[in-house]
């Protein structure tokens, strides 16, 4: 069975500081997804990152990076001096090969204050 | 500004009434996702349309329904409404073979079940 865990319901951090966000999967697919969503109080969910399976290699992108590891079933994501404008809910997600569904975390809600 | 566009915003209703909530994706995109958003939660998958076809379904009873039409638009229906339907019920469309690559999310059509 699918499963995604975000331990970490809420994080609040002040401007400036860099903040990790946690996420631990579950599945049985050796060919499998992983997703990070941003989800603002207008609601959409925001597309951020896709990994593969196959695809260890960790990546950077302005001020987020990303670090995946098979090894702990963990799929983390850092942002480098937070800013108000990241304050969302994100949501980390995974779909496994032929599967139609993503599966969803339960998200954290991250609060950037000034 | 987002490819995926739902209405309405915002719906309230009685308990025991019918609900058709419309998405119209991005032209070309051939694949539509509806999930269920409870307060705080998740996501969860309610079912997708592949060429007006039903090619997958959560754990959502049949009163749940929905249609894809030729003009990328397609809607979903619940009938009978409970109080636990109230929700936001967002609609993701993707196109056929990139799915893996990030579907696109609309922001949304918040229900309440009074």
């Known amino acids: 069975a699918q499963k995604v865990t975000q331990a970490q319901t809420e994080i609040s951090v002040v401007e400036k500081e860099d903040v990790t966000l946690d996420c631990v999967y579950e599945t049985r697919d050796t060919t499998y997804y992983l997703f990070w969503y941003k989800q603002p109080p207008s609601g959409e969910l925001v597309f951020l990152i896709r990994r593969n399976s196959f695809d260890e290699q960790n990546e950077i992108s302005g001020r987020y990076s990303w670090n995946f590891q098979k090894s702990t079933s963990s799929f983390n994501f850092t942002i480098t001096a937070s800013q108000v404008v990241d304050s969302a809910v994100y949501f980390c997600?995974?779909?496994?090969?032929?599967?139609?569904?993503?599966?969803f975390g339960q998200g954290t809600r991250l609060t950037i204050n000034p | 500004e987002t490819g995926v566009t739902q209405s309405p915003t915002h719906l309230i209703k009685t308990r025991g009434q019918q609900v058709t909530l419309r998405c119209s994706s991005q032209?070309?995109?051939?694949?539509v996702s509806w999930y269920q958003q409870a307060l705080g939660q998740g996501p969860q998958f309610i079912f997708q349309y592949y060429r007006e076809e039903e090619n997958g379904r959560g754990n959502f009873p049949p009163r749940f329904s929905g249609l894809q039409f030729p003009n990328y638009s397609s809607e979903l229906n619940v009938n009978a409404l409970e109080l636990d339907d109230s929700a936001l019920y967002l609609c993701?469309?993707?196109?056929?073979?990139?799915?893996?690559?990030?579907?696109?999310f609309g922001s949304g059509t918040r229900l309440t079940v009074v």
């Open positions: 993701a469309s993707s196109l056929e073979g990139t799915r893996f690559y990030g579907y696109t």
């Open positions: 997600a995974l779909s496994e090969r032929g599967a139609q569904k993503l599966v």
């Open positions: 032209s070309g995109h051939n694949t």
